[in-house]
């Protein structure tokens, strides 16, 4: 038998839902039968592929008209109503039951339409009492249109949905995954219909926006429709400030660092100040009369002011005696090499005032005299009693014992504060 002419026995014996000549057992009419489970297996895996309905006639009156759906043949409606009339296959029509013989099929059950609970005379394996099987072919076999038999593959305790019996079926919609049944919880983007309503996703997908950075809020310019909670660069909530750092996004602990971490607008807000001077060269002391309250002095601020000459590092309060002069001036401006002389200053300690270290005597030849001294009273004195300008060198005596200073003179440069 070729491929057409088994689809059309098979189609026959699903759309007819009797066990007439469809190979198996001998049946009471001298033909072979076969259960609606086998038939459901053959229509499954005959594979045949239809592209227009008259592929998928049989050829017969009383199965109904079949239909190619979706590629795939569809058993027609059997034409007649079998618990009041027969049909006539010969004849192409329906005829009446005749009650002078209730129980034609002789399963011991009269007809509907002659009293009886038997929906089709015409099958002896249709009739009240007998086992309702799960067939694809929605058949009626014990007659009572509620129930549609049972199978159970994945053993999760849900019917599958294959098992029919007109619109009664099933729930479980794939009866291969035991996690997929009418009694589990919708999970969100694994692409199955996990509670077997016709829907995946339902009432699971979110809109929000994208969140690059991962830390929980997204960016208000990056919207995102339909998407599962908890998925990777997603965030419900928006307003992040900054999609390049995780630390940095609304509600996090601000920070005394200048930048805005909370994304309020604001960076620092409601953080303890104090006040901080600017401080250009990094001396730790900044110019008096540029100040700021801010939450921390970090780079270029000091907590301390008073510095004169905000570029000149050497030059602060606190500074003890230097050598030479710098410019008072902030450059670019020049005062000539900084070379001791007008328009310099030897105010290192930046007290408005030059004070020079040494103004008469010496004391202390040491700080002169590599080696140091060796005398028990010892001074150097300025020759000629005259001591420099900052900056500047002069002559001075070393005076050993209190003796004539005459046994060690030095050129000794002007130290000043």
Known sequence: ????????????????????????????????????????????????VCAADFECDDGMYCTGIERCVDTACQPGDPPCDASTHRCDEAGEGCTPIDCSEPDVDGDGHDSIACGGGDCDDDDAQRNPGNMEICDASDVDEDCDPVTYGFRDADM?????????????????????????????????????????????????????????????????????????????????????????????????????????????????????????YRDLDADGYGETAVSERRCGCGDGWATLPGDCADWEPDAHPGVDFRTGCYCPLRPPMSCGGLICGPGTSADWNCDGREEQRWTGTLY??????????????????????????????????????????????????????
């Open 156 to 276: 999760d305790g849900d019917p599958d949905a294959r098992c029919c019996n007109g619109e009664n079926c099933g729930s479980d919609c794939d009866d291969m995954r035991p996690g997929v049944n009418t009694t589990v919880p919708e999970v969100c983007g694994n692409g199955l219909d996990d509670d077997c309503d016709g829907m995946m996703d339902e009432g699971l997908l979110m809109d929000g926006y994208a969140d690059p950075d991962g830390d929980g809020w997204g960016d208000s310019t990056m919207p995102m429709t339909g998407v599962c909670p908890g998925a990777a660069g997603f965030a419900a909530m928006g307003g992040d400030c900054d999609e390049s750092n995780p630390a940095i996004h609304p509600g996090a602990t601000e920070a005394c660092d200048e930048i805005d971490n909370n994304c309020s607008g604001v960076a620092d807000e409601g953080l303890p100040t104090m006040v901080c």
């Open 364 to 417: 202390s030849c040491a700080m002169f005299v590599a080696g140091g001294c060796s005398g028990l009273f010892e001074e150097a004195v300025w020759v000629g009693d005259s001591p420099p300008p900052c900056g500047f060198q002069a002559l001075a005596d070393i005076c050993h014992d209190d003796a004539v200073c005459s046994s060690d003179r030095l050129n000794v440069t002007q130290q000043c504060r």
């Open 1 to 48: 038998m070729n491929e057409h002419a088994s689809r059309l026995v098979v189609l026959a014996c699903l759309s007819l839902g009797v066990a007439i000549a469809c190979g198996g057992e001998g049946s009471e009419d001298g033909g072979t039968s076969m259960d609606a489970a086998a038939l459901d297996a053959a229509a499954v895996d005959s594979g045949f």
